[in-house]
């Protein structure tokens, strides 16, 4: 959301580093819950985890079209759009 709004190179970086540091935090997360030798072991909270994202992922492409892009491809990553303009 603050990425879209910046013109700023620096800022722009700064905000891309962060959603990629959150984006690899939740996949450790599930990971590690989802690994049935750890120590705190939890398929619901794996589960919960991939849920989240993808309600997020969900939530961006409405967004995204409500401010004119066609959604072209989307997966557990994200998704692809072009503008419809």
């Known amino acids: 959301e603050e990425m879209k709004g ?9 905000l891309n580093v962060q959603q990629e ?4 935090l939740a996949n450790t997360m599930y990971g590690v819950y989802g690994y049935s030798r ?5 398929m619901e ?4 985890i991939t849920a989240w994202g993808r309600d997020y992922i969900k939530k961006t492409i409405r967004t995204a079209e409500e401010f004119g892009f066609h959604t072209v491809y989307a997966d557990t990553d994200g998704f692809y759009a072009t503008y419809r303009g």
Do not use: V
Request: charged content about 40%; aromatic content about 14%; some cysteine.
């Open 38 to 42: 750890f120590r705190w072991y939890s």
């Open 21 to 24: 540091a959150l984006k690899r």
């Open 45 to 48: 909270c794996a589960e919960a």
């Open 6 to 14: 910046s013109d700023d190179p620096m800022e722009r970086k700064i």
